[in-house]
């Protein structure tokens, strides 16, 4: 089994340095998959409300006799939730759903800054952290402005912010203030979306020099820069390649290879994108 380091967070407990994403699948597909994964080495896990596939991702924990303190669990608040009093009871709408005791890491899924009240959401999880119901708590596709309002009206700063993050979109501002304020990034979509990256020649080439798949010469790749990518496979031969990440190192010509191409966002815009 693949030997997988950890990053510690600002609020003291521990992330590993890749994890199993599973959207889009359902709950049949997400139980299996999670099953495979955490046969394989696994311990992080990353689902959402929205990705409608909570119940699947936790029957695929119980299910897989890893010890349940063993498994990093994420969850994410959808935008319709937003609020104080709404994000305790989506919460626990998501807990049942995934049938555990505790979430270890709650994330707000988008700031939607049109609606504006991201921040009580965020006070809610504070709670929820101090109640002991979740163990971290961060973000997903905030930007350092929203990141730097959490902080000035609550004084508490994300342990993770889960961002779009791959060589075509390689997020080093927005990295480089993580790093400053001891922010963990996690990559989302880290392999590019609806392109050909793995295609591409220099990232072949690079991945051909190493004996790897482009897949994992481009996971090695956001390793090297400090972020957690978190790939999604339901494929158990793939998930096991996607973890096998430890055991090779790019030099930085070829770190430089892979991400030097052009550099454009695939997703939304976190300033303008709103997801209910």
């Known amino acids: 089994m693949v030997s997988i380091p950890a990053y510690t967070l600002n609020d003291g407990t521990a992330i590993p340095a ?6 889009p699948m359902d709950d049949t597909q997400a139980e299996q998959a ?36 063993e498994v990093v669990v994420t969850t994410k608040l959808p935008g319709r939730h937003h609020g104080y009093e709404e994000t305790l009871a989506s919460f626990e709408e998501s807990r049942q759903r995934l049938g555990l005791e505790y979430v270890d890491l709650y994330l707000i899924h988008w700031p939607n800054p049109r609606v504006g009240t991201y921040v009580d959401s965020w006070r809610a999880m504070v709670k929820l952290r101090e109640d002991g119901l979740v163990r ?33 979109f390689p997020q080093d501002e927005l990295r480089a203030f993580h790093a400053e304020r001891g922010i963990v990034t996690e ?16 990232v ?26 978190i790939p999604k496979s339901a494929d158990a031969g793939r998930q096991r390649a996607n973890l096998d990440l ?18 454009r966002r695939l997703g939304g815009d976190p300033g303008s994108h709103e997801e209910f």
């Not at 959402?48 to 936790?58: F, L, P």
């Not at 790019?250 to 550099?263: E, F, K, P, T, W």
């Open 18 to 23: 890749t994890g199993l994403g599973t959207w």
């Open 34 to 69: 999670v099953r495979h994964a955490l046969e394989a080495g696994y311990r992080l896990l990353d689902t959402a409300v929205n990705y409608r596939n909570e119940s699947g991702v936790g029957r695929g924990v119980a299910s897989s006799g890893v010890p349940r303190e």
């Open 136 to 168: 971290s708590i961060g973000v997903s596709n905030f930007t350092r402005e929203h990141l730097v309002r959490l902080e000035k009206e609550t004084g508490v700063l994300p342990s993770v912010n889960q961002v779009e993050l791959h060589p075509l």
């Open 187 to 202: 990559s989302w979509s880290p392999l590019g979306r609806d392109v050909r990256l793995l295609d591409d020649p220099a």
């Open 204 to 229: 072949v080439a690079v991945a051909k020099a190493h004996g790897v798949t482009p897949a994992q010469a481009v996971l090695r790749w956001h390793v090297q820069l400090g972020a957690v990518p």
């Open 246 to 263: 430890f055991g090779f190192e790019l030099d930085a010509a070829r770190m430089a290879a892979v991400s030097g191409r052009s550099h």
